[in-house]
Nanobody, 125 residues
């Protein structure tokens, strides 16, 4: 299974970015998808997740109301729309996928079997 992220970049505070995660090698509709991020010197943190059916979505409190996660089964791709970006959103963003997650574990990194290589997001003030 291969996950490839794209869409990162350098933006100013208040701008928007959309990250994409293209998945191959697995039946996409059976995967729950998530985004995590890690800033230098900090631990990896959960950002957002969507259950494989698309019926349940979770966000961290720090991004709720600003970020939107979605998945397009026809394109085998998950997205993270990031609006009203803040400097504290700067980090490497990683896409993750798993087929065995239950709703209560969507924010748990160890539950995801597959990971992308990451894409850098830098927000200047």
């Amino acid at each position: 299974v291969q996950l490839v992220e794209s869409g990162g970049g350098l933006v100013q505070a208040g701008d928007s970015l959309r990250l994409s995660c293209s998945v191959s090698g697995h039946t996409f509709r059976t995967l729950s998808m998530a985004w995590f991020r890690q800033a230098p010197g900090k631990e990896r943190e959960f950002v957002a997740a969507i259950f494989r059916s698309g019926t349940s979505i979770r966000y961290s409190d720090s991004v709720k109301g600003r970020f939107t996660i979605s998945k397009d089964n026809g394109k085998n791709t998950a997205y993270l729309q990031m609006d009203s970006l803040k400097p504290e959103d700067s980090a490497a963003y990683y896409c993750a996928a798993g087929s065995t997650l239950i709703l209560s574990s969507l924010a748990s990194a160890p539950q995801y079997s597959y990971w992308g290589q990451g894409t850098q997001v830098t927000v200047s003030s």
